[in-house]
């Protein structure tokens, strides 16, 4: 009898991070250890059709996932199972004893999956529902967070439906949060997609329109010339807390095109910070984390701002880049964590947490006597 877990590596997803999660995938099927894992693989289309194939990641990476089966999770007797659709049957392909979501941004890193998961009784990598959903919205998790005590700068939500429909009057509450310059960006989405540094009035309205293109919650949050500062965590109950390091931008802040087509962007890894400075965002880190009820991996960002010195609360991911190059990997592997064994590490903790899930009782009886 075979010792290897099934792990279903899902990727793709309806999702403005689409071609990162292929990225992050790629990585992540290269360094699975086939001596422990049968690793089946199943890509979501940017329109949300499951695929599986054999070979499915590479499909998806030339451009044919069109002409993949679909592919289906379900439950049968509480023991989820892959299935794929053949001549429009149903035949099973295996029992699934994990689940690997390299699915970042909206429908993979905001709760909606990992929703789908917990109703089939998934095992799964990375945060929970709750977790994942407070993450994945910028204001929400700032909110949740200033709770905790960690400084946020000021900000505001406005919906696509006011930036539509009432503009000019939009316009007029942002600059009275703050003098220029101002970030605008979808409120649920990440990897820097729809993001603007706006300069002065004459850029605002396109930064609206380009944010509200990409969610119907776009945020907007005083600007600060700051040092951008990120810690990896990871662990469920027992925390592993990285040093923090620093991304140098090549452009005005960390954009897409730094993070995904400029090569290896210029990091500092640990950053150079006092000691004191280092551990209190450290310690805010571990904060945030348990704050939002986090579970697996998040990487938490932070704001230092280059004249005074004061640290703000950015944001936290509950799947943040995940190849071997990104800043999640990277901030690990300098605390001694090589990428594979993050890799085991994190479906160690999936099954960790689904075993402490199944603990909780789900059935009251009244006792008559």
Request: aromatic share 8%.
């Amino acid at each position: 009898m075979s010792t290897k877990l099934n792990l279903v590596l899902i990727f793709g997803g309806k999702s403005g991070e689409h071609a990162v999660s292929l990225l992050s995938a790629s990585s992540v099927l290269n360094a699975l250890d086939h001596e422990k894992y049968n690793i089946f693989q199943v890509g979501i289309t940017r329109e949300g059709r499951w695929t599986f194939a054999k070979n499915t990641l590479e499909a998806f990476e030339h451009g044919q996932a069109e002409s993949l089966n679909e592919a289906f999770i379900l439950a049968r007797n509480e023991v989820p199972y892959l299935y794929e659709l053949i001549d429009e049957k149903l035949h099973q392909v295996t029992q699934v004893d994990i689940v690997f979501p390299i699915l970042h941004g909206t429908f993979g890193e905001d709760g909606t999956i990992q929703g789908l998961f917990e109703i089939q009784n998934c095992a799964y990598v990375g945060a929970g529902v709750l977790a994942s959903s407070v993450a994945m919205d910028k204001a929400l998790a700032k909110d949740v967070v200033s709770k905790a005590g960690i400084p946020v700068l000021p900000y505001r939500i406005f919906s696509r439906r006011q930036i539509e429909n009432d503009v000019l009057n939009v316009m007029e509450e942002v600059e009275a949060i703050s003098a220029y310059p101002v970030f605008v960006k979808p409120a649920n989405l990440g990897s820097s997609v729809g993001i603007s540094k706006v300069k002065d009035h004459s850029q605002l309205l396109d930064a609206l329109k380009l944010a509200a293109r990409y969610d119907r919650r776009v945020l907007v949050e005083r600007g600060v010339d700051a040092r951008e500062i990120e810690i990896s965590v990871l662990g469920n109950e027992e925390i592993i807390v990285s040093q923090p390091g620093e991304i140098v931008p090549g452009d005005e802040f960390y954009t897409y095109k730094d993070k995904y087509h400029s090569g290896d962007p210029e990091t500092a890894i640990p950053a150079p910070l006092p000691e004191q400075v280092s551990e209190q965002l450290r310690t805010w880190a571990v904060q945030t984390f348990r704050a939002i009820d986090g579970a697996g991996l998040a990487r938490v960002d932070f704001l230092l701002d280059k004249n005074t010195g004061k640290a703000w609360f950015n944001e936290i991911n509950t799947m943040p880049g995940f190849t071997q190059i990104s800043m999640y990997s990277k901030l690990l592997l300098h605390s001694g964590i090589e990428y594979k064994q993050l890799i085991d590490r994190l479906i160690e903790l999936g099954l960790e947490r689904k075993a402490e899930q199944v603990r909780t009782i789900r059935k009251f009886e009244v006792d008559n006597e």
